[in-house]
């Protein structure tokens, strides 16, 4: 078989198990056949560049970084619902509609609210070519690069009758298991917390980073076809066509004629959404014929001819047993009210942050309180108020400790923030274990076999005091400890090894270095190229890095001049961990761009928008934010705004393609 047609099979086949997987949830064959079918497919393409596809399934994870999203007018304005409350507000819409078609038969279609970050998304020939989000409803932010990650979503539609051109509406979401693991990690890393997956997915999506995107497995659930020529006059029939050609529409729609059906329907749902994978906050109703939904038109902000219908929050009442104060691996001290258990939203609740001083006082907590917890569609317990009915009277206040729990430090308060800080970072058992563990974290060092437990009982047993006796542990030594047996110890000799080899942003993530991220670590490693000259930057010098403002450059100078510190990271080269960036990453390739000044604008194939500055820099040219009178030329990718478009063809500066700019760099 020729290279073109088997790649065409592959992309074919690929594509129909991707949608049996994500949107059909019925996989027909393994994840390791499925992986194999996908390496088969990168290795032709990378043979044959001729035959590229921007939609090929191998593009699914995006590109390294995408700065700044062009605004994009909807064709259609995407207006808000108007929300109800109660089976008796629906009731007196459903009336509403009766009466303004004087009579006439009409269908309504019930649907779940899903509780996402809402997406407006043009094909056009069969092929995904914009993604939008809502924005103000009159214009909204081109998405489209980290949207084509979402593997829920088709890059082209499967075989059927579709229209030359359309738009589809529905919502962004984050799973539940998602979320519960995005949070975790965010605790882990004393980050905030996301209170709801609607917060977290409208979060995802306006990452610069589709990597990143890819990897937070965002799902879709779609529930409105616009656009000419239709497959048919309704919007039931339309969504299920819409669900013939790829799209995940959801299970729970349904078409009803009477108000007793609507009844059971919202009876129905509010006690089994609970079961869904993703969140909902209510249902959503609309007239089911077109031509009956233009007749009833619109008001200033919503359609008269569709209604949402709010859930009301889930909320219990239970006794606070204690407040207990926890020390984080940053210092951090954080209030937990433990409770009497209760069952939640399927759950049983025995914790819940207070997160601060500050809400604790408000709250206004004393000893023995019945606190309200509440979910309200987020997977996080909260605390939202006291049953002061319930209170003794002599009960006392519940105070927040000025004394560290772990080490009995006095704390300090951090200026401008709520939070209160153990400052004994070298000395409090919980900050140096927690940095030994997060050292060794997967997306960090990667050491695998030193995670919560391994990395306390390293500690207790004087073994690991600093991350940089990680790298003084011999295989004897691990295997003398309870708990650690032959194998283990083989095996995180082995990711002690290994870890040498990882990347200088990852090792500077790794440190734990005050509100350095792995975002922020990898625009440090960029900007600065190598720890030593990191080591000899002034402050100033360091707020001038982008995303790096006063405060982060004031951590980094600091836990830079600390002894420890420095001990560690020089026990860490020594060892032959990575301290700059590769050798194809530094210095100068060449001269072909010296003295030209270019700007970046749209989302590239071959390389991200990082990786083409970095291009720029080492060839001799000179990056810039904004095109002027002063610009050699613009990079021009995919999605390039009207606007610069405009501003290009006014000022006469020339626009050159990812492949034309590759060709003149050889």
Known sequence: MDPKTRIEQLREEINRHNHNYYVLNSPQISDKDFDMLLK?????????????????????????????????????????????????????????????????????????????????????????VKAVTRGDGTQGDDVTANVRTIRSIPLQLLPGDWPEEFEIRGEILMPWKVFEKLNEERAYNEE????????????????????????????????????????ADNHYD???????????????????????????????????????????????????????????GYTAKSPRWAVAFKFNPERACTPLRFVSFETGRMGIVTPVANLEPVLLSGTVVKRASLHNEDIMLELDIHEGDHLYVEKAGEIIPQITGVEKSERKADAPAVTFVRNCPECGTPLTRIMGEAAWCCPNKYGCRPQI?????????????????????????????????????????????????????????????????????????????????????????????????SMSHLKEMELEELSSIQDIGPVIAQNIYDFLREPQNMANIGILTEAGVQMQLSEDRLGPTGDSLEGKTIVISGTFTHHSRDEYKDIIQREGGKNAGSISKKTSFVLAGENMGPAKRDKCEKLGIPMIGEDEFLEMLK
């Open 433 to 529: 274990t927690g940095r030994i563990e997060h050292f060794c974290a997967r997306r960090m060092m990667d050491i695998d076999g030193i995670g919560e437990e391994t990395a306390e009982l390293l500690f207790d047993c004087g073994l690991v005091t600093t991350i940089g006796d990680i790298y003084s542990l011999t295989e004897e030594k691990l295997s003398s400890l309870d708990r650690v047996g032959e194998k283990t110890a083989k095996r995180i000799m082995k990711g002690i090894e290994d870890s040498k080899s990882v990347p200088f942003e990852r090792v500077l993530y790794a440190l734990s270095i005050p509100n350095i991220g792995e975002t922020t670590a990898k625009r440090l490693a960029l900007s600065v190229g």
């Open 40 to 128: 088969e497919l990168e290795k032709l393409e990378s043979e044959h560049p001729e035959f590229e596809d921007p939609d090929s399934p191998t593009r699914r994870v995006g590109s390294d970084l995408t700065k700044g999203f062009e605004h994009v007018v909807h064709a259609r304005p995407m207006m808000s619902l108007a929300n109800t409350y109660s089976i008796e507000d629906v009731e007196d819409w459903f009336k509403r509609v009766r009466k303004a078609l004087e009579g006439e038969d009409f269908n309504i279609v019930g649907e779940m609210k899903f509780d996402g970050t809402s997406i407006s998304i043009t094909y056009r020939n069969g092929r995904l």
């Open 192 to 231: 905030p917390l996301f209170a709801n997956p609607r917060n977290a997915a409208s979060g995802t999506l306006k990452m610069q980073d589709p990597q990143e995107v890819a990897r937070r497995h965002l799902d879709a659930r779609f529930y409105y076809l616009l656009g000419e020529n239709l497959p």
């Open 238 to 296: 339309n969504m299920l066509e819409a669900e013939h050609w790829g799209f995940k529409v959801s299970k729970a729609m349904a078409r009803m004629k009477t108000l007793e059906e609507l009844d059971e329907y919202v009876s129905y749902w509010d006690e089994h959404r609970k079961e869904l994978p993703v969140a909902t906050d209510g249902l959503v109703f609309k007239v089911d014929s077109l031509r009956q939904q233009l007749n009833l």
